[in-house]
């Protein structure tokens, strides 16, 4: 188990370095448990950015609702790859035991915070952290139900499944857990309107047995489906199950690798009778890390029986910062889980004041987890436009021709 503190302060759960947004922690220290329609339209909202994040290779390791905020687009994670040590009080239980992790620890903390909306508090808490952290990984959570009985039985299954000890047993990916948010949405948008969705059998089968009896109709005959698709159904099921058996399609379950080192990775595949083929991955995992496979955990085997492995290199690239704004830039390095350093002001014509004229290190430069970036920010125009001088060090007027900058 990793070492914690013994004094319960988290600067983490407490602060986080945003301007002029809102801040997920405020709302919930001062309104308590979110209505559902807003607790959903919210963790929707977030789940989409952690989507993206994690679509890009990127990891938060320390959800919080001190790193969700609300700007000018919706909810968003902020911070990206800064947790080195994690908010004890939304920590997965593989963190608390110092093992590999993946996307489904960012699910389970995730969990956590959804778990915090929606009853006004978190599932685990004591005095000291190492006695959360024993919780995260032995104790069930409490229901969310018996906590709040405002919750929904459908959202309070979403929310345990998130908080699985086990990370199998969770969502595997932002995508899906935002998928089971999704349905729950519009099962309320449903609700309002007292209707219930139709599944698409359903709406088949309505469409069949409104048709009129008798007379002419414009629209072709239509027939009774249901004595026909149920015989059918089975005959399917039959034949699929017999290909399954003979090995035509389906195959060996494709397990999961990610987080593991590139050795133990291809030690478990080639066990389970798959060859491996592995690529470099530039990703903030710690070099020889497995970020990706194709196909997915829990996918059939291939017929190939390849299974392809993206391995982080344990760098990432500088991007191009060049004409953003300071934030933006900050923002950007965080996802990629490096710092701006010391800001430097100098005088540009080709960006505004404000935005960002270089960096220290060169866009494209591949450099490790959290190194620190140095930027030059514009504080205004070099030359004069109305009579071409060069513009003195904190002049405010051109002292060839008094132009006011």
């Not at 308590?32 to 890009?56: I, M, S, Y």
Request: hydrophobic content about 40%; charged content about 20%; proline content about 7%.
């Amino acid at each position: 188990m990793i070492e914690a503190d013994e004094n319960l302060e988290d600067p983490g759960e407490i602060t986080a370095v945003v301007d002029s947004t809102t801040i997920l922690a405020d709302v919930l220290r001062e309104r308590g448990p979110l209505p559902e329609p807003e607790l959903l339209k919210t963790f929707l909202d977030v789940l989409r950015d952690l989507e993206r994040a994690h679509g890009d290779g990127m990891f938060h390791r320390d959800i919080s609702p001190a790193r969700i905020v609300l700007n000018g687009v919706g909810w968003k994670l902020t911070d990206y790859g800064q947790g080195t040590v994690g908010t004890v009080r939304y920590m997965s239980p593989e963190r608390c035991q110092g093992k590999p992790m993946d996307a489904r620890s960012d699910v389970y903390s995730l969990g956590v915070v959804l778990f915090q909306a929606a009853t006004g508090t978190v599932p685990f808490d004591a005095e000291m952290k190492f006695q959360i952290m024993d919780a995260h990984v032995g104790t069930p959570p409490p229901s969310p139900r018996a906590v709040n009985p405002a919750v929904s039985p459908e959202l309070e299954q979403v929310i345990l499944r998130a908080l699985a000890k086990d990370p199998s047993a969770r969502f595997r990916t932002a995508a899906e857990f935002r998928q089971a948010l999704a349905a729950l949405a519009l099962g309320s948008d449903a609700a309002m309107s007292g209707k219930r969705p139709f599944t698409a059998a359903e709406t088949a089968v309505e469409s069949v047995e409104s048709a009129p009896e008798g007379g002419f109709s414009h629209e072709p005959k239509r027939f009774k489906l249901a004595p026909i698709l149920v015989p059918l159904a089975a005959v399917i099921l039959v034949v699929a199950g017999l290909l399954l058996l003979t090995g035509v399609i389906g195959g060996r379950r494709v397990p999961l690798v990610t987080g593991m080192s590139s050795d133990t990775a291809g030690q478990l595949l080639r066990g389970k009778g798959f060859r491996v083929e592995t690529d470099t991955v530039d990703d903030t995992l710690p070099a020889g890390t497995v970020v990706a496979q194709v196909p997915a955990a829990g996918e059939n085997g291939p017929r190939s029986r390849v299974v392809k492995l993206g391995v982080s290199t344990g760098t990432v690239e500088i991007p191009s910062l060049a004409g953003l704004a300071l934030p933006d830039a900050r923002e950007r390095l965080a996802r990629l889980a490096l710092t701006s350093a010391k800001v430097d002001s100098q005088y540009s014509d080709d960006y505004a004041a404000g935005m960002v004229v270089s960096s220290q290190l060169k866009a494209g430069t591949k450099v490790a987890p959290h190194t620190s970036v140095g930027l030059a920010v514009s504080s205004g125009r070099a030359t004069c436009p109305q009579c071409g001088a060069r513009r003195e060090a904190r002049a405010v007027f051109c002292t060839k021709c008094g132009f006011k900058f």
